[in-house]
């Protein structure tokens, strides 16, 4: 457990759970990204403006870090290629069916107390932790 | 306050929070998912200092009428666990474990300008978008 990072990780946590509360303070909306994200093509022009804003900020915030420490977009990917795009399409059809991610389900979900959130957290938590023991068995992780 | 630039404000806590918790990272998610390895519990304590802050938060928001910017909350209403919430759960982590992102930081990783957060993000909103034009018609705007 030697990269065990408890403080940066609930402190930063608390700054996601901030956003997710001002959301739904300002706006009324739950902070699931796959939910906001989902919602873009059909949306009304309106609806659909706000949206691209939240996105705007959530790829802006990482780059104002990087100008106080650099390193903060250092980033590692444990597979890439081909393995990388199924995935991708896995999260993006798995997210839309489910209606809802880590965030949506496992933040403000639970936040809610949704028995159906609570579920969906321990089932995608579940599979993740067998694919990443199955991978390391078949020798895919470093 | 338009609702854009309150958007704009939680999506700058949000990628922040990502950055500061390192979740933005894939090494450090699957850290986590690791849990017959090396494993790292850090995601726990992200998903708990946002609990920490949502659950009182909700709880007060819950007994207001409306919020600042809008004529409701709109609080999701759906409380059936079906197969679509499990399989799709299941789909998700999958590709979650297979990869170390979820939507957030997937999105949120692309100032990195590392080629694999493309390929994923590029897949990732091909599927998700293709899964809403399959599946419309029987969905509304906002469903959590």
């Known amino acids: 457990m030697e990269n065990f990072t408890p403080v940066s990780a609930t402190l930063g946590g608390m700054l996601i759970g901030l956003s997710a509360l001002w959301l739904m303070a300002a706006n009324g909306r739950i902070a699931g990204i796959s939910g906001l994200l989902g919602a873009l ?15 705007v900020g959530l790829i802006a915030g990482p780059l104002l870090m990087s100008l106080i420490r650099k390193n903060f977009l250092d980033i590692q990917f444990p597979v890439s290629g081909a393995l990388l795009a199924l995935a991708g399409i896995l999260v993006g059809v798995g997210t839309q069916m ?36 199955i991978l390391r068995a078949a020798g895919g992780l470093s | 306050m338009s609702r854009s630039f309150s958007a704009l404000i939680a999506g700058l806590l949000f990628g922040i929070g ?10 450090k998610v699957i850290g986590f998912l690791d849990l017959f390895g090396n494993w790292d519990p850090s995601l726990a304590f992200v998903m708990g200092g946002a609990l920490l802050v949502t659950i009182p938060g909700y709880f007060v928001l819950r ?37 170390g992102l979820c939507p957030g930081p997937a999105i949120s990783g692309i100032g990195a300008l590392n080629v694999n957060s493309f390929i994923f993000l590029g ?22």
């Open chain 2, 63 to 99: 007994k207001k009428e409306k919020p600042l910017l809008e004529t409701q909350f709109f609080w999701p209403e759906a409380t059936q666990i079906d197969a679509k919430l499990i399989g799709g759960a299941v789909l998700f982590g999958i590709g979650w474990g297979l990869s």
């Open chain 1, 41 to 55: 093509p059909r949306a009304p022009k309106g609806e659909r403006r706000w949206r691209i804003w939240f996105f």
């Open chain 2, 18 to 27: 990502l950055t500061l918790s390192a979740m933005l990272n894939p090494a």
């Open chain 2, 123 to 144: 897949a990732m909103l091909v599927s998700a978008f293709g899964y809403r034009v399959y599946a419309s018609g029987n969905q509304g705007i906002e469903k959590l």
């Open chain 1, 98 to 133: 489910g209606s809802g991610c880590t965030s949506g389900h496992g933040v403000c979900g639970i936040a809610r107390f949704s028995a159906r959130s609570i579920v969906a957290t321990i089932t995608f938590m579940a599979a993740g932790i067998i694919t990443v023991a």
